[in-house]
């Protein structure tokens, strides 16, 4: 069973910086493609992005060019580097893990990023 224990989230200033980490528990991290959601209050749950145990990453139209999605194997960890940061950013922050046919998808708690000055 797949833990996930996401941190990092908090507030900050338009314009700046947060990083979000995620610590997997288990043996399937790097069979595994790691991604983050969020979602706002009254919207859609989306995917911000993805990262596949080849390294091809995804990202959604409006990050793109400001977010950055990293992953280090060794410390079963995924990251999401967050720049020049807007308001619009603003969401509850999701880690997720499929394992693809190794088992079964998991989900972080959700760390919360607020944009706002």
């Known amino acids: 069973q797949v833990q996930l224990v996401e941190s990092g989230g908090g507030l900050v200033q338009p314009g700046g910086s947060l990083r979000l980490s995620c610590a997997a528990s288990?043996?399937?991290?790097?069979?595994?493609?790691m991604g983050w959601y969020r979602q706002a209050p009254g919207k859609q749950r989306e995917l911000v992005a993805r990262i596949s145990s080849g390294g091809s990453t995804y990202y959604g139209d409006s990050v793109k060019g400001r977010f950055t999605i990293s992953r280090d194997n060794a410390r079963k960890t995924v990251y999401l580097q967050m720049n020049s940061l807007k308001p619009e950013d603003t969401a509850g922050y999701y880690c997720?893990?499929?394992?693809?046919?190794?088992?079964?998808?998991?989900w972080g708690q959700g760390t919360q990023v607020t944009v706002s000055s």
């Open positions: 997720y893990l499929d394992p693809g046919p190794y088992g079964r998808p998991s």
């Open positions: 288990g043996s399937i991290f790097s069979r595994s493609t």
